[in-house]
């Protein structure tokens, strides 16, 4: 088992729609939760970083922790075409190590 | 702020050549920081853990020899992919993180082909 399960997509969607991207993981040592958004051949870019349990809202993103079902999640407003990429969840423990996510790739159709 | 720059953007090199890849975190000093390959429809695998003035920790599997990373300052590390084979063309990327926090940020990354 993979100690960080993303399902990798593709998902499409219409543009406007809301996006809901969701990872889980197993390790509960894990207290440093993020997200990232990498286009293609391009490096990921942070979007989000939340630490424990909770919501975190910047923009048309919000992200929420749940760690009593070590579930995280990533949601998008008003999705845009610009929003197509690879969006990686990554969680850590501490000391800078940081276990991702296989990404899922969203396509914002117009 | 945290901005990270990775040079050469891509590179086409024979098999048995080396290759230097260096990264750099133009506005923060990094303590730490990362190298990562990641192969088509795969995520990002760590291959090592820099820090500034002391030797790299590899991953398993990644050969030490192979992979030479070095940290020579707070704000530059390079990492050389000697003897290259057509099995090392992949992305690799960079990222460098700050002190005091889990966020890494990341280079643009590498794209490397080897012939």
């Known amino acids: 088992q993979k100690e960080v399960e993303q399902d990798p997509g593709p998902l499409s969607v219409p543009e406007g729609a809301i996006v809901s991207l969701n990872c889980t993981y197993s390790n509960s040592a894990f207290q440093y939760f993020m997200w990232y958004r990498q286009y293609s051949r391009k490096g990921p870019e942070l979007l989000m970083y939340?630490?424990?349990?909770g919501n975190k809202e910047d923009g048309r993103f919000t992200a929420q922790v749940d760690k009593s079902s070590k579930y995280i999640s990533l949601f998008i407003r008003d999705s845009q075409p610009s929003d197509s990429a690879t969006y990686l969840c990554?969680?850590?423990?501490?000391?800078?190590?940081?276990?991702f996510g296989i990404g899922t790739k969203l396509q914002v159709i117009p | 702020g945290a901005v990270v720059s990775q040079h050469p953007s891509r590179v086409i090199c024979k098999s048995g050549t080396s290759v230097k890849i260096e990264c750099r975190s133009l506005d923060f000093q990094a303590t730490t920081m990362f190298w990562y390959r990641q192969f088509p429809k795969q995520s990002l695998m760590l291959m090592a853990t820099s820090n500034e003035g002391s030797k790299a920790t590899y991953e398993q599997g990644v050969e030490k020899d192979k992979f030479l990373i070095n940290h020579a300052s707070l704000t530059l590390s390079t990492l050389t992919v000697t003897s290259a084979h057509p099995e090392d063309s992949s992305f690799y990327i960079c990222s460098a993180g700050r002190q005091g926090t889990e966020t890494q940020y990341f280079g643009p990354g590498t794209r490397l082909l080897v012939l």
């Open positions: 990554a969680c850590a423990g501490g000391y800078q190590k940081v276990t």
């Open positions: 939340t630490y424990s349990s």
